[in-house]
C-alpha cells in the first residue's frame, strides 16, 4: 500500500517561509515525478511545482522565484520551500506521486497525500 505523508503546514506572517515534506511509503519501482498542488478555500486545486526523477522542476509562475522543490531520492521525500508567503498563498497543499509500482507500463499509478494547511496572515 503507498502513502503519502505531508508535514510541516502552519501559520506564517506575510513574507516569512515554510518547509513542507511530503514522504512516499510503501514498495514501488519507481518514481516518476513528484509534486505540489494547493487548494485555497472556495477555489479549484491548481499546480504548485513538480520535481521529475531526472531532477529537473516546474513551477507555476504565481510561485517561481519564491517556492524552491527539492527531492531526497534516498528516502523518496519531496521538500517545498515557500520563501516570501503572501496571504494569497493560504490552502491545503496536497502533494502528489506518479509512480510505476512494478517494471510494466500498465503499473503506472497517481497517488495523493491528505493535505497541509498553510495560512499566511498577519
Known amino acids: 500500500q503507498v502513502q503519502l505523508v505531508e508535514s510541516g503546514g502552519g501559520l506564517v506572517q506575510p513574507g516569512g517561509s515554510l518547509r513542507l515534506s511530503c514522504e512516499l511509503l510503501g514498495s514501488i519501482f519507481n518514481i516518476v515525478a513528484m509534486g505540489w498542488y494547493r487548494q485555497a478555500p472556495g477555489k479549484q486545486r491548481e499546480y504548485v511545482a513538480k520535481i521529475f526523477t531526472t531532477g529537473g522542476t516546474n513551477y507555476a509562475d504565481s510561485v517561481k522565484g519564491r517556492f524552491t522543490i527539492s527531492r531526497d531520492n534516498a528516502n523518496n521525500t519531496v521538500y517545498l520551500q515557500k520563501n516570501s508567503l503572501k496571504p494569497d498563498d493560504t490552502a491545503v497543499y496536497y502533494c502528489?506521486?506518479?509512480?510505476?509500482?512494478?517494471?510494466?507500463?500498465?503499473?503506472?499509478?497517481?497517488?495523493w497525500g491528505q493535505g497541509t494547511q498553510v495560512t499566511v496572515s498577519s
Open positions: 502528489n506521486a506518479s509512480v510505476y509500482l512494478y517494471k510494466t507500463a500498465s503499473s503506472r499509478r497517481d497517488y
